[in-house]
């Protein structure tokens, strides 16, 4: 059995927008085994996971952005991120106001 192959960030270019359901949120804590605790938007902080199919592709930092995507149930508490945003994208966000200023 091999190694996964761990992909560059350079498939990071695409531009994810939040969806319906979907929350932008700033990583606070890195936790370990991909839980990570995150601010998000809406004032709440989650306790979040990083989905399966991006385990290998992206790497999480503190103070990092992701788009997070809530449960269905324990919403208020638990959720997956979706995508993290690099510096540019991030910029991008804060000037079409998908994210707030002082974020």
Not at 4 to 30: F, M, N, Q, T, W
Not at 31 to 46: A, E, M, N, Q, Y
Not at 55 to 62: A, L, S, T
Request: charged letters at 35%; hydrophobic letters at 40%.
């Amino acid at each position: 059995m091999g190694k996964r192959k761990v992909l560059s960030e350079a498939e990071l270019k695409e531009l994810v927008l939040p969806e319906a359901g979907e929350i932008l949120g700033r990583v606070i804590k890195l936790l370990g085994s991909d839980h990570i605790l995150v601010k998000c938007v809406d004032g709440k902080t989650r306790l979040c996971r990083i989905r399966g199919k991006l385990k290998r592709k992206i790497w999480v930092r503190d103070n990092d952005v992701v788009l997070t995507a809530p449960w269905d149930f324990k919403s208020d508490e638990k959720a997956d991120i979706v995508w993290r945003y690099t510096l540019a994208q991030v910029d991008w966000l804060k000037n079409n106001k998908y994210l707030p200023e002082d974020f």
